[in-house]
Nanobody, 126 residues
Framework: VQLQASGGGLVQAGGSLRLSCTAS????????VAWFRQAPGKEREFVSA????????SYADSVKGRFTISRDKAKNTVYLEMNSLKPEDTAVYYC????????????????????WGQGTQVTVSS
């Protein structure tokens, strides 16, 4: 199983980026797909996730109203549309997934995810 995260880059504050997470060897149809991020000197933190059974999204409070997660079943790809970006959004963004469903209350915990992508850098300049 491999996850490929892409779409990162350098953008000015207030700008937008769309990240993509594509899987090979696994179909995004059972477990949730999540995005986490890690800024220099900080711990990895949850950003957003989508329950692939219900398509229900979850968001960290820090990105609610600015980020939108979605899934394209035909392309086996999950997207993270990031708008109104702030310098504090600067981080390496990772996508992650697992084989089976989990309770919604655990969807923001990095430890429940079995597969991780390599990360894509997002840099927001002020």
């Amino acid at each position: 199983v491999q996850l490929q995260a892409s779409g990162g880059g350098l953008v000015q504050a207030g700008g937008s980026l769309r990240l993509s997470c594509t899987a090979s060897g696994l179909t995004f149809s059972s477990g949730p797909v999540a995005w986490f991020r890690q800024a220099p000197g900080k711990e990895r933190e949850f950003v957003s996730a989508i329950d692939t059974w219900t398509n229900r999204p979850s968001y960290a409070d820090s990105v609610k109203g600015r980020f939108t997660i979605s899934r394209d079943k035909a392309k086996n790809t999950v997207y993270l549309e990031m708008n109104s970006l702030k310098p504090e959004d600067t981080a390496v963004y990772y996508c992650a997934t697992r084989n089976r469903r989990i309770v919604t209350s655990s969807i923001d915990q990095a430890g429940v995810y079995e597969y991780w992508g390599q990360g894509t850098q997002v840099t927001v300049s002020s």
